[in-house]
């Protein structure tokens, strides 16, 4: 079966430095890919789509990078604040349903100012 | 966009009672979808709703769940005999429903079964 992996220790990091977050995934080969954040009690909130044939999608200080071969996900974020720290989620399409997302368990992500 | 809403924002019931969850989309979102999520956990999927009707619902999902959403608007959750492992967030989400695209969710529901 279709497996996500994030990496469950969380990421510390001063401010103005750039997060980088992992997202691999086994056994199939999803159509797109989904980065979310959520914040402690909160829904995950939409960030970035990037499609199988896109290699990289960047939207203002968020880059994401999409490496079928490796089956990888590349999450980063420039210039890091305080306010950046969250869990971050990757989620894929289903591998029997492409409107069904099955997201990772996520990265927590500390900045410290 | 008002926004996903969902209601009640906390439920605590005893083992054994049954619990009903609503949410209402974004207006005009065709698809829905319930997630579940346990603590250091990514949400897990439920089922989902296209319009009125039900077009999957997890294999894990056990028999004491249940789903609706009438006329293609609101969706209730309803969950039989809480067990104390049905403790979690019940998150729901809405999309446009036209392809790919990003899930909005709401606040969620969160259930604690005693």
């Known amino acids: 079966s279709q497996k996500i992996e994030q990496n469950s220790e969380a990421l510390n990091i001063q401010e103005g430095k750039t997060a980088t977050l992992t997202c691999n995934y086994t056994?199939?080969?999803?159509?797109?890919l989904q980065w979310y954040r959520q914040d402690p009690g909160r829904g995950p909130v939409f960030l970035l789509l990037?499609?199988?044939?896109?290699k990289e999608k960047r939207k203002e200080r968020l880059k994401v990078t999409f490496d079928t071969t490796l089956k990888q996900s590349l999450f980063h974020i420039t210039a890091s604040q305080p306010a950046d720290s969250a869990t971050y989620l990757c989620?894929?399409?289903?591998?029997?349903?492409?409107?069904?997302?099955?997201f990772g368990s996520g990265t927590r992500l500390l900045v410290r100012p | 966009d008002t926004g996903v809403s969902q209601d009640p924002r906390h439920k605590i019931t005893k083992r054994g009672q049954n619990v009903t969850f609503r949410c209402d989309p974004i207006?005009?979102?065709?698809?829905l979808y319930w997630y579940r999520q346990t603590l250091g956990q990514g949400p897990e999927f439920l089922t989902y709703?296209?319009?009125?009707?039900?077009?999957?619902k997890s294999r894990l999902l056990s028999d004491r769940f249940s789903a609706e959403r009438p006329k293609g608007s609101f969706s209730t959750l309803e969950i039989q005999r809480t067990e104390q492992g049905d403790s979690a967030m019940y998150l729901c989400?809405?999309?446009?429903?036209?392809?790919?695209?990003?899930?909005?969710f709401g606040s969620g529901t969160q259930l604690s079964v005693l």
């Open positions: 989620a894929l399409d289903g591998v029997d349903s492409s409107y069904k997302l099955i």
């Open positions: 056994n199939y080969s999803p159509a797109y």
């Open positions: 990037i499609r199988e044939n896109e």
């Open positions: 207006s005009e979102h065709n698809r």
């Open positions: 709703f296209q319009n009125e009707a039900q077009l999957e």
């Open positions: 989400a809405s999309a446009r429903g036209t392809g790919l695209e990003k899930l909005f």
